[in-house]
């Protein structure tokens, strides 16, 4: 089988990769323009950079000349987990293990860990210590706020896109990376990993007292957590939809075309349309692949939106999310004072709990702020590499309006110049895309990814069937229990089969993906952790949420009713449809 475009070296040090968690931002084959531009020049750095101010590892313990924490292999973005193991082994109170489990869930094959050389360092554990200290101690994250004033400022000052030449587009984006990506995603790497610790604390606290797994529910109604904001807000765009027939008599004849139709509804339809403005002005860097600039989103495909709203208007007003994450919140509170009671007699470890208590409500926060900012930061590349896509394809020059994705940066300026002769190059690399993307890359791989050619197509592999009475057991990721019907959607642009109360079965969500938990009773999901982003924000909407139920999509059929238990992290087969 041809290899793809754009690969990296796997590592000799760090030799354990897995699709885990960064499944939910690249779950596509990496586009050439992404690799060349974003991962190979930017990401990599940023990463060890990360690293390097936690205290965990010294720069000098990667190889200069590799990707080795972030890396595309197969065609496919991976997270290098040894030094993630690595990283917890070091790290005051954190294992190995918890690391696989905060960020990585249940992976189907993954070895062990096993000790190597270098992997115990004592300098590497002091400085992380005094780190994990400011973590524990700080009450507030200035460097993100920071950076959202910087990238909203961008925003802001978006130039006149129109005005300027193909070249000019070009400069701009690649300026906006050079300039602007590696400070924001070290700055998500420092933060996320950060926000491990005091997690990793409440875990070890909560167990010692007889309330093992309450900590997720320590995490959960943090408030401000921004990838969590767009979903409240569709809310409200929901309720209008919901409280005006003109409006829903629209939204049911389906998203296509909405938006035409609604300037013709009057009064009504003149309000939502300037609403959704707002919003999409707002939150219009969300989207499925929104790491892609290749990829849409809400801006540049608003019926991604409108779908969820769509959703989101047929719900009872008590599916309210900002009442629910008043309810996560309410409770968290009331665990937090009920645990530091029985801690009463043991000051320090009280002292310890509070403090880490009050670290994961900001880190969590935190890490979703540091992860907008680059998300929108990308969102102003791709307005500018997608209205050039536009232009080549209206005057004939290019097939789609997203090849710019399938050219490497070193050929832009060539192709920019005269796109014609490389032309059927890109057709041939969309279609080799294409091929990937129809063949399962393993989920984890040790030292050399298998050669591609040996990969099943994706979906052929039998699984189990399941039966009523099964207990599936993934990993706890929103607290509660529900039990509905099971609606399996695999694409968020077509939702249409989920009613609300239903029970949303998804294959792998970013939270572009959670408006989608709104409407729903429950969600599970084939892969994820406690850690992952689509965990995060169904905390914050108070959906029980089972990550990490392997196969579910698959296993689990459309229509059969089952019960979510966030708490236990299980999913019971009640009834087979």
Not at 183 to 198: G, N, Q, V
Not at 237 to 261: C, I, T
Not at 489 to 503: K, Q, R, S, W, Y
Request: hydrophobic residues 45%; negative net charge; glycine residues 8%.
């Amino acid at each position: 089988m041809e290899p793809w475009i754009v690969s990296s070296k796997p590592s000799e040090r760090y030799p354990l990769w897995t699709r885990a968690n960064v499944g939910e931002v690249f779950p596509d084959p990496v586009a050439p323009l992404t690799f060349s531009v974003f991962m190979r020049d930017h990401t990599e750095q940023a990463w060890r950079d990360a690293m390097e101010r936690m205290g965990a590892f010294t720069q000098d313990e990667f190889a200069p000349d590799n990707m080795e924490t972030l890396g595309v292999f197969g065609g496919y973005c991976y997270l290098n987990a040894s030094v993630t193991r690595i990283l917890g082994e070091r790290a005051p109170g954190l294992s190995a293990q918890m690391m696989d489990d905060l960020f990585y869930g249940a992976q189907p094959g993954i070895p062990p860990y096993e000790p190597a050389p270098g992997d115990q360092n004592e300098e590497r554990t002091a400085a992380i210590g005094a780190v994990f200290q400011w973590a524990l101690t700080t009450d507030r994250l200035e460097v993100p706020a920071e950076s959202e004033k910087l990238v909203d400022s961008i925003r802001a000052a978006r130039p006149d896109l129109e005005a300027m030449s193909n070249e000019e587009l070009w400069a701009y984006s690649r300026n906006l990376y050079i300039t602007y990506l590696g400070r924001f995603f070290s700055e998500h790497i420092f933060i996320t990993f950060l926000a491990t610790l005091p997690v990793g604390v409440l875990g070890q606290i909560c167990a010692a007292v007889g309330r093992a797994g309450e900590e997720i529910k320590l995490i959960s109604g943090v408030g401000d957590v921004a990838s969590a904001a767009p979903s409240m807000a569709m809310w409200k765009l929901g309720r209008m939809v919901a409280a005006d027939p003109a409006l829903a008599a629209e939204f049911d004849k389906g998203v296509d075309g909405l938006l035409g139709r609604l300037q013709n509804a009057g009064p009504a339809g003149a309000a939502f349309l300037g609403a959704f403005r707002q919003f999409i002005k707002d939150f219009g860097s969300r989207g499925p692949n929104e790491w892609e600039v290749m990829y849409n989103t809400w801006e540049t495909r608003p019926e991604l939106a409108l779908a969820a709203i769509d959703r989101m208007r047929l719900a009872p007003a008590d599916a309210d999310p900002a009442i629910r994450n008043r309810q996560m919140a309410a409770e968290r509170e009331r665990i937090t004072g009920e645990i530091s009671a029985m801690l009463a007699g043991d000051p320090e470890t009280q002292g310890m709990f509070l403090a880490a208590a009050r670290a994961a409500t900001l880190f969590q926060a935190g890490r979703e702020r540091t992860k907008t900012n680059n998300v929108k930061l990308i969102q102003e590349a791709r307005m500018a590499m997608h209205l050039l896509g536009k232009r080549l394809v209206d005057q004939g020059l290019a097939d789609n309006v997203n090849d710019f994705g399938l050219v490497l940066a070193s050929e832009m300026d060539d192709w920019l110049n005269d796109p014609r002769p490389l032309r059927d190059e890109l057709a041939r690399r969309r279609a080799l895309m294409e091929t990937y993307a129809g063949i399962q890359e393993p989920f984890v791989f040790w030292g050399n990814i298998p050669d591609p050619s040996t990969w099943a197509a994706r979906g052929a592999t039998e699984v189990e069937a399941v039966k009523a009475g099964d207990v599936l057991q993934g990993f706890p990721g929103c607290p509660g229990s529900v039990t509905g019907v099971a609606r399996v959607v695999l694409d968020p642009i077509d939702p249409t089969a989920l009613e609300p109360g239903d029970i949303l079965v998804a294959p792998i969500t970013d939270p572009s993906w959670t408006p989608l938990f709104v409407s729903a009773g429950g969600v599970i999901v084939d892969v994820g952790a406690a850690q992952s982003h689509a965990m995060i924000v169904s905390r914050e909407l108070g959906i029980p949420c089972v990550p990490s139920v392997t196969g579910a999509t698959r296993r689990i059929p459309d229509g059969a009713t089952v019960t979510v238990n966030g708490d236990a992290g299980t999913v019971t087969i009640v009834a087979l449809p």
